[in-house]
């Protein structure tokens, strides 16, 4: 990543922090929402443009320096190792996925039938695999980068889909902040991508709100699963009465 490309992504990043979204910016900045959108996009912003929107949130050019060479350092996927010893112990990949959606050590505690000697040699475990460094009075700072994602058809994906997907979606999703939406259609290969492009971009948006909300109560806050899934597929007893099983669903 270049490093003008480094600095826009942690000024972006900064900006969801301060809770700044495109239109607060192009407001402020006496310019169009689309205008800021496409500024960004193309990550193409001048020195004069970084320090105006870096002083929206009393941030200096410095500060974001130092953002960037922080995010450059923090982890994007873990390696195959990292997460088949995560899904070998309940308890650390309990502490790990706790840790990466921010709760403290002592939340964790509250909450869960852990003692406090066990808890701390499970962080420090995931300390040494460079998950989270524990820090003193056993505070935790994530490691992982905002753009974080498990490895494609690895370790963890695997446990999900033997251990975790089927109870997941044994629900009828009628509760109190719960959603399931099914459409069927014929789409073409360019509709497919499009859509493929906007449920990337909600699960940046997921993360993005999971990291804004880090600052509210953790009692106020609910331990919510995204899970948004697009392929070609028709069912096994449609399937079976195919003529022709080569061809492709309709």
């Given at each position: 990543m270049s490093q003008a490309s480094a600095l826009v992504d942690a000024l972006k990043s900064a900006l969801r922090r301060h809770g700044q979204t495109y239109f607060d910016v192009a407001r402020r900045l006496g310019l169009s929402e689309s205008s800021v959108k496409r500024m960004f996009a193309r990550k193409k912003l001048s020195l004069g443009r970084l320090e105006q929107v870096c002083g929206l949130m009393g941030l200096e050019i410095a500060d974001l320096f130092e953002l960037a060479h922080q995010a450059e350092k923090r982890i994007t996927e873990l390696s195959e190792e990292q997460e088949r010893e995560l899904v070998s112990d309940a308890k650390v990949l309990l502490a790990a996925v706790l840790a990466i959606?921010?709760?403290s050590a002592d939340q964790i505690l509250e909450t869960?039938?852990?003692s406090k000697a066990e808890l701390v040699r499970t962080l420090t475990r995931l300390d040494k695999m460079r998950i989270i460094d524990l820090m003193p009075d056993n505070r935790i700072k994530v490691r992982l980068a905002r753009n974080f994602t498990w490895r494609k058809a690895g370790p963890i994906q695997r446990f999900f889909?033997?251990?975790l997907q089927q109870d997941f979606f044994e629900s009828s999703f009628l509760g109190k902040n719960e959603?399931?939406?099914i459409v069927n259609g014929s789409l073409s290969q360019r509709s497919i991508e499009l859509l493929q492009d906007h449920m990337r971009r909600i699960a940046e948006e997921?993360?993005?709100l999971v990291g804004a909300d880090r600052h509210v109560d953790h009692a106020?806050?609910?331990?919510?699963?995204?899970?948004?899934?697009?392929r070609p597929w028709e069912p096994n007893l449609f399937a079976e009465l195919r003529r022709d099983r080569s061809s492709r669903a309709a």
């Amino acid at each position: 990543m270049s490093q003008a490309s480094a600095l826009v992504d942690a000024l972006k990043s900064a900006l969801r922090r301060h809770g700044q979204t495109y239109f607060d910016v192009a407001r402020r900045l006496g310019l169009s929402e689309s205008s800021v959108k496409r500024m960004f996009a193309r990550k193409k912003l001048s020195l004069g443009r970084l320090e105006q929107v870096c002083g929206l949130m009393g941030l200096e050019i410095a500060d974001l320096f130092e953002l960037a060479h922080q995010a450059e350092k923090r982890i994007t996927e873990l390696s195959e190792e990292q997460e088949r010893e995560l899904v070998s112990d309940a308890k650390v990949l309990l502490a790990a996925v706790l840790a990466i959606n921010h709760w403290s050590a002592d939340q964790i505690l509250e909450t869960y039938r852990i003692s406090k000697a066990e808890l701390v040699r499970t962080l420090t475990r995931l300390d040494k695999m460079r998950i989270i460094d524990l820090m003193p009075d056993n505070r935790i700072k994530v490691r992982l980068a905002r753009n974080f994602t498990w490895r494609k058809a690895g370790p963890i994906q695997r446990f999900f889909e033997e251990r975790l997907q089927q109870d997941f979606f044994e629900s009828s999703f009628l509760g109190k902040n719960e959603l399931r939406v099914i459409v069927n259609g014929s789409l073409s290969q360019r509709s497919i991508e499009l859509l493929q492009d906007h449920m990337r971009r909600i699960a940046e948006e997921f993360d993005s709100l999971v990291g804004a909300d880090r600052h509210v109560d953790h009692a106020d806050r609910i331990g919510t699963s995204l899970v948004m899934a697009i392929r070609p597929w028709e069912p096994n007893l449609f399937a079976e009465l195919r003529r022709d099983r080569s061809s492709r669903a309709a």
